[in-house]
């Protein structure tokens, strides 16, 4: 690791990495000259990352901000370029301006159900974090006031958008790889999370598995009929809110399928993504992204530089990517991407694969 950090101090000590900002990519579709007006909820790391890429998507204009911290709000609305975007105490206030199209909830999960009601009811097009909510009867709650009022929700399960992941499954659809047998996924965080933020987190597995199993879902194209899990928890901090840090997610499919997700808090090595698939035909891999692309070679081997810091920079793309389709769907061009059942069953999925990984035992889950 000292060989690499001073092979690569300057890619090191860019902001976008060492500091957790992510760069942004402007993107602008020929598909509509219309601009979508959007009320931003909530300033955490997720919020920021949507506020600067929306900053750079000529489709869009940052209308709104809203967040508990009002003075971070004034701050980041008196930076949006044209003086017109105002940070709001009261979500009503910016839910009531006819000429707001769109919303996008970045706030803690609790309070995701309220908003986005409140958002259905005032005929706004909604994207919410995932995930929507805890709780199925919530997340249906959400669903059916979006078709009750005529207005699309679509759930943020970014991974979707990658490039490398939409690719991969692309291949996989396709019979690249003849019949699917394997999907083996990787996902291990960099840096662990604030204990303030697991305490409100929802749990290991609905956190962090459930983009994989959104993903398995995805690539698959089938609902898992059993899934067993085994965990352990390593960090003192994390025991003492009686979850795990560390899992891997067994799931056998209809088809034959099988699929594994290997899941963990904590990488020192850098954001770790990956996915295997296996064919009879042959096998696909989506690899992790360095920081740079730049391999030394010399007598003592190959060094190459560090993995991305953490989601911001590993999904620049994909966030960016994402908003994109957000504004095709505020514009009526495309139905979400993410929709109703696919936020039901990966919820249905992470709760079976906790009560596995506390019970010991297999589960089928149950998606009636």
């Not at 399960?157 to 083996?184: M, N, W, Y």
């Not at 928890?233 to 795990?244: A, N, P, Q, W």
């Not at 692309?293 to 966030?319: M, W």
Request: charged share 20%; hydrophobic share 40%.
């Amino acid at each position: 690791r000292t060989r690499l950090s001073v092979l690569f101090s300057l890619s090191l000590s860019l902001p976008s990495q060492s500091h957790g900002r992510p760069a942004c990519i402007s993107i602008m579709s020929a598909s509509s000259s219309s601009v979508v007006n959007v009320l931003l909820c909530g300033l955490g790391r997720i919020g920021t990352v949507h506020y600067k890429n929306l900053l750079s998507n000529a489709r869009a204009h940052l209308r709104y901000i809203f967040d508990v911290d009002q003075a971070r709000a004034e701050e980041l609305a008196a930076a949006v370029p044209g003086g017109k975007c105002r940070a709001v105490s009261s979500l009503a206030e910016a839910l009531a301006d006819p000429e707001l199209h769109a919303v996008i909830v970045c706030t803690p999960t609790a309070s995701h159900t309220e908003i986005i009601i409140a958002a259905a009811k005032a005929k706004k097009t909604i994207m919410c974090e995932k995930p929507i909510s805890l709780h199925l009867d919530e997340i249906d709650q959400c669903f059916a006031a979006a078709k009750e009022n005529n207005v699309p929700l679509l759930c943020g399960f970014q991974r979707r958008h990658d490039p490398s992941f939409a690719a991969l499954q692309k291949a996989v659809k396709e019979g690249k790889i003849g019949t699917c047998q394997v999907i083996k996924t990787c996902s291990r965080d960099n840096p662990v999370p604030s204990v303030a933020f697991l305490k409100i987190s929802g749990g290991f597995f609905h956190d962090c598995a459930s983009h994989d199993i959104d993903v398995c879902r995805w690539i698959s194209g089938e609902d898992p009929i059993s899934v067993y899990a085994t965990g352990s928890c390593f960090r003192s901090e994390i025991k003492e809110l009686d979850d795990f840090d560390t899992a891997v997610i067994v799931s056998k499919y209809p088809s034959g399928i099988l699929s594994s997700i290997d899941i963990s808090r904590k990488a020192t090595y850098g954001y770790d993504q990956r996915i295997e698939v296996l064919g009879d035909g042959g096998m696909l891999t989506a690899d992790n992204r360095a920081t740079t692309t730049v391999i030394l070679s010399d007598e003592r081997g190959h060094a190459k530089d560090v993995n991305c810091y953490s989601f911001p920079q590993r999904y620049v793309e994909a966030y960016a990517i994402e908003l994109n389709h957000f504004m095709d769907v505020a514009q009526g061009l495309v139905e979400p991407m993410v929709n109703h059942a696919d936020c039901r069953k990966a919820a249905i999925i992470a709760e079976a694969a906790e009560q596995s990984a506390k019970t010991g035992v297999p589960v089928v889950p149950k998606f009636d």
